[in-house]
């Protein structure tokens, strides 16, 4: 925390914050009507106001943190910095991206430059196909791409541009996405309504795996379930939650008290305070990113949905303000089976969330292939595979030293770094020996390697304080029980709720 705490920082609280509205206004400068009557301006304000946002970030991290840090890293973890770097990423897409950000505008930038304009820095190559997320597919487009395609055929505006068989299959529900309310003439002729502005800010910023974007991850990621009935789906909705809570319950019953306890070595079980024998065991190991991440997303999206349902409920149908209908199709399960993947490649490309795809692939994955490719496509393709990696573990390593103290072992790099490289050696042995990681074996290999180098990073974070301030399974209250994340509530918070709420 040294170093971000010797960074300058306004003490004004108003300078402090100054970022969140400079990466707004980065966002709204992306709408079509901004980007093809005032490109120029407005690229100039994206691309500028970066630096200010990625410093600002930094620096007000110690002011954001929640203290004492040793007694609050799990907060901090999940509320200051892992933000801080979604945050930071976000500024650096939205100040370099070009072109439409939904897939209902293509048409629009195609109808502003019909001809395509050849960019002599390789801006509109792709990458070759790859199976991994953080390596760009062959239907990920760069941005330059999509603004100069060139329009096959004349369509309505407010039909989505790429209706293709294939295409269409990669999309979720575009018909009733949150941003075609107006027509897209609309948009070119006239600067958007405030109220348009919002409901476009919304859907882009409540969208984070960008399932109505341009860069939308393929089905093979994230499977996408058309035609469902609004009923079934919540109702499996709220299911897939609560069952998601109820395995964070157990996971923390379980492994918190282990951890805790055991000063991070988790070669058996100390559980004398919730009454089981001290018996010795292989290593423990849960979903515990699992069903925390998955109830995370749950929540987030059934508070989304409520709002809009509220704000459609009280808002009259001419009101700008008022939201598109709900589309279940844009809201798929966080996870695609993770644990039946059988092989490294399947599971961080395919198996596990895709919430940070698009950071990985633009910060990481497209800056290296674009340094590499100049040694031949699968020189860059492996490139690009590390670099995704790369930027994945400086995010892990980051967001658990800023908010507590440097690992002079770099455990966290360590572990995701081993995982690209564990990647590109199935690449190598698929070129080599004409088949791919697969199988049973395949499912051992994945999973033993990750446990591998998993653990190192695992006991790391325990030893900076992850867990600490956790109250123990045999004092939780009602509340640790009933509310989502309850068991990491500290014995502060937890006595100041109880003291509100004589209840519990």
């Known amino acids: 925390m040294s170093i971000l705490e010797s960074l300058p920082c306004p003490q004004s609280p108003w300078l402090a914050w100054i970022g969140i509205p400079l990466q707004l206004f980065q966002a709204i400068f992306l709408h079509p009507y901004f980007q093809i009557h005032h490109p120029k301006a407005t690229r100039l304000y994206r691309l500028m106001v970066i630096p200010i ?51 209902s505008e293509v048409e629009l930038f195609n109808q502003e430059d019909p001809k395509p304009n050849p960019d002599p820095a390789g801006r509109d190559e792709k990458l070759p196909p790859a199976e991994d997320q953080h390596v760009p597919q062959d239907d990920t487009k760069s941005s330059n791409y999509l603004r ?62 960008g399932l109505m974007c ?122 695609n089976n993770p644990w039946f993947r059988t092989s490294l490649t399947e599971f961080w490309g395919k198996g596990w969330q895709a919430v940070f795809r698009l950071h990985f692939l633009f910060c990481g994955a497209q800056p290296m292939y674009k340094l590499l490719q100049r040694h031949g496509p699968t020189v860059g393709k492996l490139g690009a595979v590390m670099g995704a990696m790369g930027l994945s573990a400086a995010m892990h390593e980051f967001c658990l030293v800023a908010v507590s103290r440097i690992d002079p072992g ?15 050696m199935e690449a190598l042995f698929k070129q080599f020996t004409g088949q791919k990681v697969d199988g049973f074996l395949g499912w051992g290999w994945t999973f033993g390697f990750m446990i591998l180098n998993g653990k190192p990073m695992v006991d790391s974070w325990i030893q900076r304080g992850l867990g600490n301030g956790v109250v123990p399974f045999k004092e939780w209250g009602l509340i640790h029980y009933l509310v989502p994340f309850g068991p990491l509530i500290t014995d502060d918070v937890y006595a100041y709720l109880k003291s509100c709420v004589k209840l519990f």
């Open 410 to 424: 770099f455990a966290s790099s360590r572990m995701f770094l081993s995982q690209g490289l564990g990647i590109v």
């Open 148 to 209: 100069n395609r060139k329009s096959k055929s004349k369509r309505r505006a407010a039909q989505p541009a790429n209706t293709s068989v294939e295409e269409t299959q990669k999309v979720p529900a575009l018909e009733s996405s949150t941003v075609t309310t107006h027509s897209a003439k609309t948009w070119v002729e006239g600067p958007p309504s405030i109220g348009e502005l919002a409901r476009w800010i919304s859907a882009l910023i409540m969208n984070p795996r």
């Open 214 to 335: 341009t860069w939308a991850p393929p089905e093979s990621v994230v499977p996408i379930e058309r035609n469902l009935k609004f009923g079934p789906f919540m109702t499996m909705l709220i299911l897939r939650t609560l069952v998601m809570h109820v395995w964070f319950q157990v996971v923390c019953a379980l492994g918190v008290e282990v951890v805790i306890h055991s000063k991070a070595d988790v070669n058996h079980f100390l559980f004398q305070r919730i009454g089981f024998p001290d018996w010795r065991i292989f290593r423990l190991y849960t979903g515990g990113a699992y069903s925390g991440f998955a109830l995370a997303g749950g929540l987030f999206n059934i508070v989304e949905i409520c709002i809009i349902l509220f704000l459609r409920k009280v808002l009259p149908e001419n009101n700008s303000f008022r939201p598109e209908p709900v589309n279940p199709s844009n809201y798929p399960p966080l996870f």
């Open 53 to 103: 946002c990625i410093y600002m970030a930094f620096a007000t991290v110690p002011r954001r943190t929640i203290w004492p840090i040793e007694k609050f890293v799990h907060f901090n973890f999940g509320f200051v910095t892992m933000p801080t770097f979604h945050f930071i990423c976000l500024s650096i897409i939205f100040g370099f991206h070009q072109g439409p950000v939904f897939k």
